[in-house]
């Protein structure tokens, strides 16, 4: 390398901060500090040779130059600067011992950009997953089971063992493409890899059946079970890092004729929340929930199956809520997100901390506003409803059908009509389905048949048969993985509890008749907030009947 620089340079960095060094660093080579990386193509060499962890703690990253024999090499500091000599050796070696010529150029840049350039250019080459299950040789696996780090870091595979580095190629895949659950399932002559994406499962990888014990007994160690223990259903828990980004899963095993199938449910802690306006919300509901939860006291319920996103519409109406004046604390199993000025806690069934026992407590820690999980037992509901009662507003959850349903349900639990009808404010019913990718989708063509849909619903929300003609459908590109989809939206059912349904409950009527008054009283079934995003060309009609009943 060329440009020289002292130590005397490199005391007086020490004082500045650290963009003012990197600065300092491109005036003294004539450069200028490049902070955004993404157009640069990453060398190979580098990343053949340089493990992401030696990359990481120098804050160094290889790029490929103008000629083959050419790296620019991305450095903050001094430091940098000085280790690219070591760098430059280990990119010139041969496997013989000779070396290639090479020239390594310096190329200041923020730490911020060679942070996310590591992980972009580490998290591409280790999407090879495929690779790793071909090379699989199971008489090198046995006793590597055990070995794992405090927090698992899913791009680090150099001096992996092949069984690790496999489930960390698995789970990496799945995050990467945005899958909220991995199946692996054991079948008489395979073990089957599958991915839940946008709430669809797919079969992305077919596994040999004799590592199939190995996979699993990997994955268990992840989740802190008894791999011994194989006759029974266990539940396990794990942190991993992906580049700069945190997940945490949720593991649940389940004995089968075929060995134990397991499901890992994935939650990435740096995923963005969405806010109330943008979970598709028809505009009507929307301003009637927002009024909503402004109130000062009374019970919200959010109701649909599990995976319907019930928990991100919570979390969007405690942030719109968020304040310094308010005083808002959650129970949670698990914690999804964590919400900035909220105090969230954790249910623990195993120590005694239920939503039950920890209700009491929240309650006595001055809450403006409590969201408890799950309404799970009667206990719960009871505790919810009084403290819905004493000046506190409440959010909750359950899983039921349709926004009536969670009426019915409460008094199911053995819930006094009364206290039903004076503390419960509203039930949102939703379910999500997936959306048209944008890249990609076209009107249906003319002549195509569609789904048979009643005439009188269509015109119950002010459309005709007429407007399902030359609605969008899917065609599938690289960008949506050839689907047709990408993204998920929600359906919407908003049911506000007045006067008129009060009376229902105060006499024990059924969901049936509860939502005929929700519907005069303008309530918007799930499959007419379904048909309107159909007419919009959001999602499509074979979409909306997967979730929903017209």
């Known amino acids: 390398m060329s440009e020289t620089l002292t130590d005397n340079d490199h005391n007086s960095a020490s004082t500045h901060t650290a963009a003012q060094v990197t600065e300092q660093l491109a005036a003294r080579l004539g450069v200028p500090v490049a902070e955004d990386l993404s157009s640069f193509q990453p060398s190979d060499l580098f990343l053949k040779r340089i493990p992401i962890a030696h990359a990481r703690h120098h804050c160094v990253m290889g790029f490929r130059g103008q000629q083959d024999d050419e790296v620019w090499l991305a450095i903050e500091s001094m430091a940098g600067y000085m280790h690219s000599d070591i760098i430059a050796r280990a990119l010139s070696q041969r496997p013989d011992g000779s070396l ?73 895949d799945a995050v990467k493409s945005g899958a909220s659950d991995v199946h692996i399932q054991p079948y008489e002559d395979r073990l089957m890899v599958r991915q839940r994406i946008d709430g669809v499962l797919f079969d992305t990888f077919e596994i040999p059946k004799a590592v199939q014990e190995e996979v699993l007994s990997r994955v268990k160690v992840l989740g802190k079970m008894n791999i011994a223990e194989k006759r029974l259903p266990q539940d396990g828990r794990a942190t991993v890092q992906l580049g700069d980004r945190t997940v945490d899963l949720r593991i649940a095993s389940l004995p089968t004729s075929h060995n134990e199938r397991i499901v890992i449910r994935l939650l ?56 310094e004046e308010l005083n808002i604390l959650t129970l949670e199993d698990p914690i999804e997100y964590q919400l900035d000025g909220i105090s969230q806690t954790q249910i623990n069934e195993k120590k005694g901390m239920t939503f039950a026992s920890g209700m009491r407590s929240v309650l006595r820690q001055d809450p403006d506003i409590i969201m408890v999980g799950e309404i799970r ?103 949506c993985r050839g689907t047709g989809f990408r993204g998920r939206v929600g359906l919407f059912e908003l049911l506000v509890i007045d006067d008129a349904c009060r ?27 379904g048909l309107l995003k159909v007419h919009q060309g959001i999602t499509t009609l074979d979409e909306v009947l997967r979730v929903t009943t017209l």
């Open 268 to 323: 990435d802690k740096s995923a963005r929340l969405y806010t109330l306006a943008e979970l598709g919300m028809p505009a009507h509901d929307f301003r009637r929930f927002r009024s909503l939860i402004a109130r000062d006291h009374g019970m919200i319920l959010v109701t649909g199956p599990t995976g319907s996103g019930k928990s991100t519409t919570l979390y969007g109406a405690l942030q719109e809520l968020d304040s």
């Open 100 to 172: 290639r010529p090479l020239r390594v150029r310096p190329l200041p840049a923020t730490a911020a950009a060679i942070g996310r350039a590591i992980n972009a250019a580490y998290s591409d080459q280790s999407s090879q997953t495929q690779a790793v299950i071909d090379s699989l040789d199971r008489d090198a696996l046995l006793g590597e089971l055990a070995a794992l780090s405090p927090r698992e870091d899913l791009l680090d595979t150099e001096g992996r063992a092949p069984i690790i580095r496999l489930v960390n190629h698995i789970l990496f």
């Open 377 to 479: 037992d009667a206990e719960t509901a009871i505790m919810a409803i009084q403290a819905s009662l004493t000046g506190h507003l409440v959010f909750s959850t359950l899983h039921t059908n349709d926004a009536a349903s969670a009426v019915t349900r409460l008094l199911d639990l053995g819930i006094e009509p009364y206290l039903v009808s004076s503390s419960l404010v509203a039930s949102l019913a939703q379910r999500l389905v997936r959306k048209l990718c944008e890249d990609c989708k076209r009107p249906r063509r003319s002549g195509e048949s569609l789904p048979d849909v009643p005439e009188s619903l269509l015109r119950s929300h002010g459309l005709s048969p007429s407007d399902l003609v030359g609605v969008f459908e899917p065609v599938g590109c690289e960008a």
């Open 503 to 529: 009376e229902l409950v105060q006499t024990r009527a059924n969901a049936a008749a509860i939502r005929d008054v929700g519907l005069q009283s303008g309530m918007h079934l799930l499959s007419m907030d």
